[in-house]
T-cell receptor, first 116, second 110 residues
Framework: GAVVSQHPSWVICKSGTSVKIECRSLDFQATTMFWYRQFPKQSLMLMATSNEGSKATYEQGVEKDKFLINHASLTLSTLTVTSAHPEDSSFYIC????????????FGNGTRLTVT | GQQVMQIPQYQHVQEGEDFTTYCNSSTTLSNIQWYKQRPGGHPVFLIQLVKSGEVKKQKRLTFQFGEAKKNSSLHITATQTTDVGTYFCAGRYNFNKFYFGSGTKLNVKP
């Protein structure tokens, strides 16, 4: 089945630094990837849609200058949390879809970000 | 933005009892998908419903999509401890995005 690899699985950083998270579709091409954020015991909140070769589209309330998304190829999207603050600590999960209107989302294993 | 409401938030059942979680959208969905997330894990795709009134079964799991394509349910018959986890519905509207319900956390007591 389709596999999405997300790296790193966890990261601890200091306030003010930036962190990059990678999301790769290993055995399929994904023109669109999605970045979600999940707080403890809560649902997945869609942050942005990453489009290969074009700008990402962000959900309302998500700061695009803080959460930089780059989708440089059909198999790789990156999310960079810039100038991280403790309130950015969360579980970030990417997902990708194969082609086809009704194909399911395949999720990466997520990245646990802790900002100290 | 779009919202998918899901209830209940938590459900504690004795092993062998049934379990149901419900999702509702205020606007018509293009399709709906169901995911299961184990503690510490990532969501895993269970099934997708596309047609109005569609019913699909996976062993002890029964999924339904409402006639108006605004609501859906997941029913588990005779729960087992392996069913423990959080079940999410994810609704797709007329654009390429999925919005997740708040999830129902299922705990099964042996």
């Amino acid at each position: 089945g389709a596999v999405v690899s997300q790296h790193p699985s966890w990261v601890i950083c200091k306030s003010g630094t930036s962190v990059k998270i990678e999301c790769r579709s290993l055995d399929f091409q994904a023109t669109t990837m999605f970045w979600y954020r999940q707080f403890p015991k809560q649902s997945l909140m869609l942050m942005a849609t990453s489009n290969e070769g074009s700008k990402a589209t962000y959900e309302q309330g998500v700061e695009k200058d803080k959460f930089l998304i780059n989708h440089a190829s059909l198999t790789l999207s990156t999310l960079t949390v810039t100038s991280a603050h403790p309130e950015d600590s969360s579980f970030y999960i990417c997902s990708a879809r194969e082609s086809g209107a009704n194909s399911p989302l395949h999720f990466g294993n997520g990245t646990r970000l802790t900002v100290t | 933005g779009q919202q998918v409401m899901q209830i209940p938030q938590y459900q504690h059942v004795q092993e062998g009892e049934d379990f149901t979680t419900y999702c509702n959208s205020s606007t018509t969905l293009s399709n709906i998908q169901w995911y299961k997330q184990r503690p510490g894990g990532h969501p895993v795709f269970l099934i997708q419903l596309v047609k109005s009134g569609e019913v699909k079964k996976q062993k002890r799991l029964t999924f339904q999509f409402g006639e108006a394509k605004k609501n859906s349910s997941l029913h588990i018959t005779a729960t087992q401890t392996t069913d423990v986890g959080t079940y999410f519905c994810a609704g797709r509207y007329n654009f390429n995005k999925f919005y997740f319900g708040s999830g129902t956390k299922l705990n099964v007591k042996p």
